[in-house]
């Protein structure tokens, strides 16, 4: 009789625990929702450019389980009122800390169809994300690390 109440929790206990391996198994990354890039460090031909994105322009990347989007625009228009907005998105994969970006939509169809793969970390509500984006069609190669935080 024991047997017969002790057998549901041991079945219970199992897919739970079961349940709880795979949750942690995929739980390194979440990178869904908006963040805010802070800053930026492009490195080109051996010069380094740092662009600080909390003066002047700001930028956010809205992550969902599939896709990503940014949006980045100047904060002072200039006199003719252009903000010079950028804008792309498209398709992303995550593999461990591996991020890839599928530029699907971009203004410069030259860079349009392009993936980038970068190393992604995140500390509490910060995003650090680096790597080296190198164009199909040649042109320099630039080593970027960016810093965002989480929009809440």
């Known amino acids: 009789m024991k047997i017969k109440y002790l ?3 041991v079945v219970i206990g199992a897919l739970y625990a079961f349940t709880t391996k795979i949750s942690s198994t995929d739980a390194g990354i979440h990178l869904n929702g908006t963040w805010k ?3 930026g460090t492009e490195i080109s031909n051996g ?3 740092v662009t600080d ?3 002047n322009q700001q930028m956010i990347k809205i992550i969902n389980d599939t896709h990503f ?3 980045k625009h ?3 228009a200039s006199k003719d009122s252009s903000n010079n907005f950028d804008a792309g998105g498209g398709s992303y994969t995550l593999k461990g800390n591996q991020y890839t970006e599928h530029l699907d939509y971009y203004p410069n169809t030259t860079i349009e169809g392009n993936s980038f793969t970068y190393t992604v970390s995140i500390k509490g509500d910060t995003l650090i994300q680096q790597g080296l984006e190198k164009l199909k069609t040649g042109g320099p ?3 970027i690390y ?6 809440k």
């Open 146 to 151: 960016e810093k965002y935080i989480r929009i």
């Open 69 to 71: 989007a940014f949006l």
């Open 141 to 143: 190669e630039k080593i």
């Open 47 to 49: 010069v380094t450019m």
């Open 53 to 55: 994105y909390t003066k």
């Open 7 to 9: 057998l549901p929790l």
């Open 37 to 39: 890039l802070l800053s």
């Open 74 to 76: 100047r904060l002072v």
